[in-house]
């Protein structure tokens, strides 16, 4: 089973990055997925989650802002994140039925 994360980087405050997560080993569709994030000196916190339906919850502090979404077809789930503010700034990781992606870092300057 792997989780491969990718799409972080550097953005401006205001910009916007597009994180994906593709999945081996299992096939996506029959698992809620979600994302997770944990930032420099703080303990890892859920920022959104997705059902096998398409049912979305997300944290308040990025609700507006990020949407999650889930492509079965490709195996892959996404996190489009907006408006992006350097209190984003954090390591963010995929998660499904436990297992955990590598992480990939997000860095939001102001």
């Known amino acids: 089973v792997q989780l491969q994360a990718s799409g972080g980087g550097l953005a401006e405050a205001g910009g916007s990055l597009r994180l994906s997560c593709r999945v081996t080993?299992?096939?996506?569709?029959?698992?809620?997925i979600g994302w997770f994030r944990q930032a420099p000196g703080k303990q890892r916190e859920w920022v959104a989650s997705i059902t096998t339906r398409g049912l979305t919850n997300y944290a308040g502090s990025v609700k507006g802002r990020f949407t999650i979404s889930r492509d079965n077809a490709v195996n892959t789930q996404y996190l489009q994140m907006n408006n992006l503010q350097p209190e984003d700034t954090a390591v963010y990781y995929c998660?499904?039925?436990?297992?955990w992606g590598q992480g990939t870092l997000v860095t939001v300057s102001s």
């Open positions: 998660n499904v039925r436990g297992y």
């Open positions: 080993g299992f096939t996506l569709d029959r698992y809620a």
